[in-house]
């Protein structure tokens, strides 16, 4: 088991930032690959963005692309999304997922093999 603790997620305007974190609680992400999902109300659970263990694959989709930035700190066990331009659309409940011995970086939310337990991100207009 990875324990996964989200944190960051509360109110934003539109246009404005939040960031949000994901740690292992007591164990390493050594080798893991790292994504964000979220799921509105009355939709499915989509993948946002992902980062490999090396930091040099991540993948966004396309309607944050430009706007989030993921980014991780292996030292301290953390991945981060990093939310700019935020608008209402973006609000909904963000899972962290972890993928382990993956090279790479997938969508499919089947592929992963921890969650977190969510944090709620709303955006007003």
């Not at 899972?95 to 969510?118: K, P």
Request: charged content about 15%.
């Amino acid at each position: 088991q990875v324990p996964l603790v989200e944190s960051g997620g509360g109110l934003a305007q539109a246009g404005g930032s939040l960031r949000l974190s994901c740690a292992a609680s007591g164990r390493t992400f050594s080798g893991y690959a790292v994504a964000w999902f979220r799921q509105a109300p009355g939709k499915e659970r989509s993948f946002v963005a992902g980062i490999n263990w090396t930091s040099d694959i991540r993948y966004y989709a396309s309607s944050v692309k430009g706007r989030f930035t993921i980014s991780r700190d292996n030292a301290r066990n953390t991945v981060y999304l990093q939310m700019n331009s935020l608008n209402i659309e973006d609000t909904a409940v963000y899972y962290c997922a972890v993928e382990r011995a993956a090279s790479m970086v997938h969508i499919d939310s089947g592929r992963y093999d921890y969650w977190g337990q969510g944090t709620q991100v709303t955006v007003s207009s």
